[in-house]
Nanobody, 113 residues
Framework: QVQLVESGGGLVQAGGSLRLSCAASGSFNIIMGWYRQAPGKERELVAR???????YYVDSVKGRFTIARDNAKNTVYLQMNSLKPEDTAVYYC?????????WGQGTQVTVSS
């Protein structure tokens, strides 16, 4: 059984930064990802990372977000810089592709203009 717990969200002004954390209990998959869901929109994958450290980012966050993982701590991070109002969403972590059983509560990120 895998449980994923996200934390680190909050309210920040445009241009600010936040660091999200995702602590995993149970199996820590080869490919971990951060997803987000904005109001009225579908959930989307914004970044993923292989156990080797190889990463992928959706175009809208390239150069601003950095995904990292600590395999010893079963934790995945998302450093978010130069935040924009359009980054406002609930952020979730999950394996890639996602397992519907693993969705947690997520962490709310709100960016004010």
């Amino acid at each position: 059984q895998v449980q994923l717990v996200e934390s680190g969200g909050g309210l920040v002004q445009a241009g600010g930064s936040l660091r999200l954390s995702c602590a995993a209990s149970g199996s820590f998959n080869i490919i971990m990802g951060w997803y987000r869901q904005a109001p009225g929109k579908e959930r989307e994958l914004v970044a993923r990372i292989f156990s080797s450290g190889s990463t992928y980012y959706v175009d809208s966050v390239k150069g601003r977000f950095t995904i990292a993982r600590d395999n010893a701590k079963n934790t995945v991070y998302l450093q978010m810089n130069s935040l924009k109002p359009e980054d406002t969403a609930v952020y979730y972590c999950n394996i890639v592709p996602p397992n519907t059983l693993y969705w947690g509560q997520g962490t709310q990120v709100t960016v004010s203009s």
